[in-house]
């Protein structure tokens, strides 16, 4: 998914530069870097769903509704994935754009530049597409799933899954696009000046309608969308997968809709 992802990202900022020459340089050139997502991924998700699961569980009971516990734990663990996200996401946003050669340089500029504040730019900017996004997606997968069990009187298998998923993650990420593109230009600026409209969203929304209008907010949306669609497809599959083999194996009971 890392090779999309720099697609996207280049044409939400100034278009595929960059990525144009044989095929082994062009393949080369997606692929730069991708060690960083490998090494930071696991971890801020990781602390997603350690703070997500336990929450749902617990609310679940207080609540009696599955989308409204899924929607309060889906705010608290986006919050708790922020304190490493965030960082990562500004490093790997710099990189993908080729604002900076390597993550140590990226490291060593942000820091001499902004302090330990560069690593956050941005913060806000993510949070208006992380909570939106993941907000409508965990309702979507949760409320489709509920429905799914009650008219076919049985939980989804791996192909109900990816259906589900599919239909969750590919709207989503659609209609978050707008809020997408704001983040991925704002912290391609972390360390640098302000410049004619500001560094921060209002600046970035500022110059993003000046230059482009309206239809700036939705570049790169197809690419966003099939980028979210597949990586949804096997982010909850492997997530609803591995919870099946984990509870057979700790004889534990079946995961209700």
Same mark, same amino acid.
């Given at each position: 998914?890392?090779?999309?992802?720099?697609?996207?990202?280049?044409?939400?900022?100034?278009?595929?530069?960059?990525?144009?020459?044989?095929?082994?340089?062009?393949?080369?050139?997606?692929?730069?870097?991708?060690?960083?997502?490998?090494?930071?991924?696991?971890?801020?998700?990781?602390?997603?769903?350690?703070?997500?699961?336990?929450?749902?569980?617990?609310?679940?009971?207080?609540?009696?509704?599955?989308?409204?516990?899924?929607?309060?734990?889906?705010?608290?663990?986006?919050?708790?994935?922020?304190?490493?996200?965030?960082?990562?996401?500004?490093?790997?946003?710099?990189?993908?754009?080729?604002?900076?050669?390597?993550?140590?340089?990226?490291?060593?500029?942000?820091?001499?530049? #902004? /302090? %330990?504040? @560069?690593?956050?730019?941005?913060? $806000? &900017?993510?949070?208006?597409?992380?909570?939106? +996004?993941?907000?409508?997606?965990?309702?979507?997968?949760?409320?489709?799933?509920?429905?799914?069990?009650?008219?076919?009187?049985?939980?989804?298998?791996?192909?109900?899954?990816?259906?589900?998923?599919?239909?969750?993650?590919?709207?989503?990420?659609?209609?978050?696009?707008?809020?997408?593109?704001?983040?991925?230009?704002?912290?391609?600026?972390?360390?640098?000046?302000?410049?004619?409209?500001? #560094? /921060? %969203?209002? @600046?970035?929304?500022?110059?993003? $309608? &000046?230059?482009?209008?309206?239809?700036?907010? +939705?570049?790169?949306?197809?690419?966003?969308?099939?980028?979210?669609?597949?990586?949804?497809?096997?982010?909850?599959?492997?997530?609803?997968?591995?919870?099946?083999?984990?509870?057979?194996?700790?004889?534990?009971?079946?995961?209700?809709?």
């Amino acid at each position: 998914m890392y090779p999309i992802e720099k697609i996207k990202t280049r044409l939400q900022i100034s278009g595929i530069s960059g990525l144009v020459g044989t095929p082994l340089e062009t393949l080369k050139d997606l692929f730069a870097n991708v060690w960083v997502v490998l090494v930071c991924s696991p971890i801020y998700y990781g602390m997603y769903f350690a703070a997500y699961e336990p929450l749902k569980r617990c609310l679940i009971v207080r609540l009696n509704s599955t989308s409204s516990a899924a929607l309060i734990s889906s705010i608290a663990a986006t919050f708790v994935m922020f304190i490493t996200r965030v960082p990562a996401e500004v490093i790997k946003t710099r990189l993908m754009t080729g604002a900076d050669a390597s993550p140590m340089l990226a490291v060593r500029r942000l820091y001499a530049r #902004a /302090g %330990v504040s @560069g690593f956050y730019t941005g913060y $806000l &900017s993510l949070a208006t597409v992380e909570y939106p +996004f993941n907000m409508l997606e965990i309702t979507l997968y949760e409320c489709i799933r509920k429905a799914w069990a009650a008219n076919f009187n049985a939980q989804p298998g791996a192909l109900g899954t990816v259906v589900i998923a599919s239909l969750a993650d590919s709207v989503s990420g659609f209609l978050t696009n707008p809020f997408d593109v704001i983040k991925v230009r704002v912290m391609n600026r972390a360390g640098d000046s302000p410049g004619k409209f500001g #560094a /921060g %969203v209002r @600046g970035q929304v500022r110059q993003l $309608l &000046s230059e482009e209008g309206l239809s700036g907010f +939705f570049g790169g949306a197809y690419v966003r969308t099939a980028w979210m669609t597949v990586g949804g497809v096997v982010y909850w599959l492997v997530l609803e997968e591995s919870q099946k083999v984990l509870r057979r194996f700790m004889c534990l009971a079946p995961k209700l809709a």
